[in-house]
Each structure stands twice: as C-alpha cells, then as structure tokens.
C-alpha cells in the first residue's frame, strides 16, 4: 500500500492513524503542499489524482482520494480493530462528531481556502490566522458539550474511534494556531489521551520523515 502525505496535512494525518491502528504496512509518499513548492499539482501526481490533494492511497487496483472515503474503505476492506462502533445509533453519533470537524471546521481552513483569502481578497496572514481560529473555536464550541456526553476516555465510549482520527489532527492544528483549549476541557483531556495510543504517536507530523524537524 502506498500512502501519499504530507506531514502537516490534517487529513493525511488522520489516514496515518488509522493505518497505524489497524497495523497495515504503508510506503509513505511525500508531496509538498507548501506554497511555492506545490508539488501536488504536478503532472505525475494529477495523472495519478486529478483532484490535486493529499492525502491519496493505492491499494494494489483500489486508487482512492479524500480522508472520509478512505478511511471507510480501509474500515471495511481491514475491519480489525473498527473505527466505527457497533450499533446503528452509536455509529450516527460518531458520524457526527467526524462531521463537525470534515464538514464545519476542516474544509474553511483548508490551504486553498487561505490561499484564496489572500490572493482575492487582500488578507493579511494576521487575518488568515484570526479567521483559522475563529471556525475552530465555533466548531470546538459544538463538539465539546457532544463530547462530554459520550466520553470515556476517547471521544466515545473507552475505545479509539473514527471521531478520534478527525479529533486529534483538528487539535494538533488548534495548538499550532494558539487557540486556547482550556475553554475546551473535555477536548483536552481527550487529546492528551489519545497521545497516549502508540497508534497516534507514532502518526504525529513531528515523526513524519518529510518534517523538516523530523525525529525519529
């Protein structure tokens, strides 16, 4: 299998937990993101996903772009351990709580988004980051009452899930941008838990071979 990543990419990082929880053996395949450098638009890589984006796998004939889809994907195709829980109810809240992050806070702060706010509309990058903080704290401002509801541990139940995927890469993001979490206690205190799953660690951007401060 043949993950292509970038190391600060939120949902490339939460392809790498998942394939880290469910021990499947991945080449990592690095494409630079970074303005300037664009590296995902290049021919070989469109040739490969028109869409332009990371993260992307291929697994043997299955070729699959955006995060949800391959998340499910290897959900089912590799069902040991679940990221999704039991039952129908519980699978809806979890779905849920991934949706407050893919849908209401991810894809606003998205790289292309930025881009556009300074290209088309003159932003300065103390603006950009103000408006990166402001749809965090709203989405994390719905998500921590969901969350305190259904916790144990993880974001739900006492067992790493899908929602725990999209949480840990959003906070990651949060600290980068100085968002401050203690008005977000349960979030937190999730967080800090799931940096305790050697899964997680292991998908961090700081042990990303592409990381210019890359440790091992």
């Known amino acids: 299998m043949q993950l292509f990543t970038y190391f600060r990419s939120s949902a490339a990082f939460r392809v790498r937990i998942a394939l880290n929880l469910k021990e499947l053996q991945y080449e990592s395949k690095f ?46 195709q590799y069902p040991h351990p679940k990221l999704l829980p039991g039952t129908i109810k519980e699978r809806g809240i979890v779905r849920q709580m991934v949706n407050a992050i893919a849908c209401d806070i991810h894809p606003l702060n998205n790289l292309s988004v930025l881009k556009k706010l300074k290209a088309d509309f003159g932003a300065s990058q103390e603006q950009c980051d103000d408006w990166y903080r402001d749809w965090i704290m709203l989405g994390f401002g719905a998500l921590e009452p969901m969350l305190k509801q259904y916790s144990e541990g993880y974001s739900f139940g006492s067992k790493l899930t899908m929602a725990d995927v999209y949480l840990v890469p959003q906070v990651w993001n949060a600290k980068r941008f100085s968002v401050d979490l203690r008005r977000y206690p349960t979030i937190s205190r999730i967080y800090d838990h799931c940096l305790t799953h050697d899964a997680v660690r292991a998908a961090m951007p700081e042990h990303q071979k592409d990381n210019p401060d890359y440790t091992a």
């Open 31 to 76: 494409i630079n993101i970074k303005p300037g450098e664009d590296e995902q638009f290049s021919p070989a890589y469109l040739a490969l996903n028109p869409q332009g984006r990371i993260p992307f796998i291929v697994d043997g004939d299955v070729k699959l772009g955006q995060s949800t889809a391959i998340l499910e994907y290897l959900d089912e």
